[in-house]
T-cell receptor
Framework: GQNIDQPTEMTATEGAIVQINCTYQ??????LFWYQQHAGEAPTFLSYNVLDGLEEKGRFSSFLSRSKGYSYLLLKELQMKDSASYLC???????????????FGTGTQLKVEL | DSGVTQTPKHLITATGQRVTLRCSPR?????VYWYQQSLDQGLQFLIQYYNGEERAKGNILERFSAQQFPDLHSELNLSSLELGDSALYFCASSDGTSGIDEQFFGPGTRLTVL
């Protein structure tokens, strides 16, 4: 089976930097995804890591360590609109014939304050 | 707008009833996924179809079934509904062939079972 852990809630200040951690235990590994979800809306794709290291995309960066089963999402220059839930998801094995199953963590609710 | 469409947006029904949720994937995407999101359980993967065939299965109840049609749209059928089936149901799609194969989510159908 799979187990994905994220903090339930975090609070940060506008303009600051925040790091959201995700740890996972899986029988196999074929990529880790981060999604952003505003309340009542669809999740939107933020980043993807399959190899160890840092992937940077504008104000968002994501890091992966496969040996430690650990990832983090780094958000810089926080804006009020960044208040949302951030979901960590792991693809365990890339199945043959197009199979692509993601297991999501329960999400980290980020609140950005003035 | 992800390009994935879902209908209806809201659905209110009674216990014991049957409903059908509809999803149209992004143009060109061959894979369709169904997820259930309830307040206490987060985003749960139900099932994936790729080009008309079932490819991966999650914790989908026997009362639930899905299919993908030749035009690639998909339907999720929920029967003998229970109060606990009240949730947001998301459909997502991906091209099924690229390296990342990220999933793009539709706006969701909010199901309320009374």
């Amino acid at each position: 089976g799979q187990n994905i852990d994220q903090p339930t809630e975090m609070t940060a200040t506008e303009g600051a930097i925040v790091q959201i951690n995700c740890t996972y235990q899986t029988s196999g590994f074929n990529g880790l995804f981060w999604y952003q979800q505003h309340a009542g809306e669809a999740p939107t794709f933020l980043s993807y890591n399959v190899l160890d290291g840092l992937e940077e995309k504008g104000r968002f960066s994501s890091f992966l360590s496969r040996s430690k089963g650990y990832s983090y999402l780094l958000l810089k220059e926080l804006q009020m609109k960044d208040s949302a839930s951030y979901l960590c998801a792991v693809r365990d094995v890339r199945l043959t014939g197009g199979g692509n199953k993601l297991t999501f963590g329960t999400g980290t609710q980020l609140k950005v304050e003035l | 707008d992800s390009g994935v469409t879902q209908t209806p947006k809201h659905l209110i029904t009674a216990t014991g009833q049957r409903v059908t949720l509809r999803c149209s994937p992004r143009s060109g995407d061959l894979s369709v996924y169904w997820y259930q999101q309830s307040l206490d359980q987060g985003l749960q993967f139900l099932i994936q179809y790729y080009n008309g065939e079932e490819r991966a299965k999650g914790n989908i109840l026997e009362r639930f079934s899905a299919q993908q049609f030749p035009d690639l749209h998909s339907e999720l059928n929920l029967s003998s509904l229970e109060l606990g089936d009240s949730a947001l149901y998301f459909c997502a799609s991906s091209d099924g062939t690229s390296g990342i194969d990220e999933q793009f989510f539709g706006p969701g159908t909010r199901l309320t079972v009374l």
